[in-house]
């Protein structure tokens, strides 16, 4: 395994990795299962499937591409947009969602899991090593 010591090209490899996983063939597979369970069983069962094959996971990340441009609802602006996925049996969620060029993290932890002020901190680091490491 090599040493990446650029932010960037960890991030580079992650998204080299995940690009990848996202083309294999059991995402294709899974689909088509899942396709066959909701014809012959009914949207009820596919949730049930989908909810078993969740509930033996840790981690779960989510994204979300928001407006590139500021909305409104009912006349009002709105100012920040946040997205996120709630009842799932996970003990870390993290939800990422931008908006008018501006990135939101959330990060939403069981209580007692893990220690909200490192994360944070962690998180702010690292933020800040790939910021500065961008302008380079």
Do not use: W
């Not at 591409?65 to 006349?75: D, M, T, Y």
């Not at 899991?113 to 962690?122: E, F, G, I, M, P």
């Amino acid at each position: 395994m090599e040493k990446l010591d650029n932010p960037l090209d960890i991030l580079g490899k992650v998204k080299e990795n995940l690009d990848r996983k996202k083309m294999s063939f059991a995402i294709f597979m899974v689909g088509k299962v899942l396709g066959y369970v909701t014809k012959l069983k009914g949207p009820q069962a596919t949730a049930k499937c989908m909810y078993k094959t969740l509930v033996n996971t840790t981690l779960a990340v989510t994204n979300m591409a928001g407006p590139g441009e500021q909305i409104s609802l009912a006349g009002n602006k709105v100012k920040t947009l946040y997205f996120s996925v709630s009842g799932v049996p996970q003990a870390l969620l993290v939800t990422s969602t931008s908006y008018m060029g501006s990135l939101r993290v959330q990060v939403i932890a069981a209580k007692g899991y893990v220690d909200a002020t490192l994360l944070s901190r962690c998180f702010v680091h690292c933020f800040q090593e790939m910021k500065e490491a961008a302008r380079v």
